[in-house]
């Protein structure tokens, strides 16, 4: 008991020396924020400014040779967005990485052309458009899940799937990436779980009961390993056609779907809602020290009808 003991003093002492040579670099590891949440309840990294060392993960990823991909959706009207989301991408995204920039519009003589650093490309993908911005939306999921196997999987190591109506603006890195990851809303930080706009249909595949749930999760920034995205979109998708042969529609449409598969699939990592916020809707709160990827103003009304 006694060498027992004394070899695990050593060791803890050994270590304590270890700590106290750590590179000025990890300092922020031992001086981490107390005004926000880190963990999720299920020891997922909530990521934040703060939070993580940009040098010691460029270490850690440069050997890896990754690609990430970055789907896309301009149908419609909403092309009209594609040329700052790409300007700003090109700026604050994932910078100094291969990026395959997967384009899916019913327009595709409108996707502009513009200067790209060195190992990106943007690849235009046509698809076909709805006559409702719901529909849309409901069909992300579908045209993902059957992208990957014609694209993804052979392409590109992860995927971070986004909406068009935005900008960039701050880095936006490989910080993020993880075998499955969610954004919060922005809408509903810091919202009591009564709150959240689940679907509370029984009937519905998305129902989530009173109750039950973690986070409420932006149908507008999510992504991960191809895999996982891939498993994740299908299942979005088959859990809407079975409603819709039931005559149901998610309240809130493919973002019902995603809280509902992310409440029963935990996600490997979670974004803040500096990686999605609306500033002229919320205001800039004193915890959002950056601001990296942002709404646009828009007239809903005009885009969504055209």
């Not at 019902?256 to 598969?261: D, M």
């Not at 699939?265 to 800039?284: A, F, I, M, N």
């Amino acid at each position: 008991m006694g060498q027992t003991l004394a070899r695990w003093c050593y060791y803890l002492n050994f270590q304590l020396k270890k700590l106290r040579h750590l590179p000025r670099s990890c300092d922020s590891v031992f001086h981490r924020r107390i005004d926000v949440p880190l963990l999720t309840p299920w020891l997922a990294p909530i990521v934040w400014d703060g939070t993580f060392d940009k040098d010691i993960l460029k270490e850690q990823f440069q050997d890896r040779n990754i690609t990430i991909g970055l789907t896309v959706f301009a149908i419609k009207k909403y092309v009209v967005f594609l040329k700052l989301f790409l300007e700003t991408a090109e700026k604050y995204f994932m910078v100094g990485y291969k990026v395959n920039y997967y384009v899916f519009t019913d327009r595709p003589a409108d996707v502009p052309k513009i200067p790209l650093q060195e190992g990106r490309k943007v690849i235009t993908l046509v698809v076909q458009n709805y006559a409702r911005w719901q529909d849309i939306s409901m069909h992300r999921m579908e045209m993902i899940s059957n992208f990957c196997h014609q694209h993804f999987f052979q392409e590109v190591d992860y995927l971070a799937c986004m909406d068009v109506d935005m900008k960039f603006s701050d880095h936006l890195g490989v910080e993020i990436l993880s075998n499955l990851f969610g954004t919060l809303h922005p809408g509903f930080y810091g919202a009591q779980q009564k709150s959240f706009s689940y679907e509370r249909r029984p009937q519905s595949q998305a129902y989530i009961p009173k109750g039950k749930g973690d986070f409420y999760y932006a149908g507008g920034f999510f992504g991960g390993k191809v895999q996982q995205v891939y498993e994740m979109t299908k299942a979005c998708h088959e859990a809407m056609s079975i409603d819709k042969s039931n005559g149901i529609e998610a309240v809130w449409h493919d973002e019902s779907y995603l809280n509902k598969y992310l409440f029963l699939h935990k996600p490997t990592k979670v974004l803040s809602p500096e990686y999605l916020w609306d500033e002229q809707l919320l205001g800039r709160p004193a915890f959002l020290r950056k601001l990296r990827y942002v709404a646009v103003p828009k007239n809903h009304a005009e885009i969504r009808n055209k």
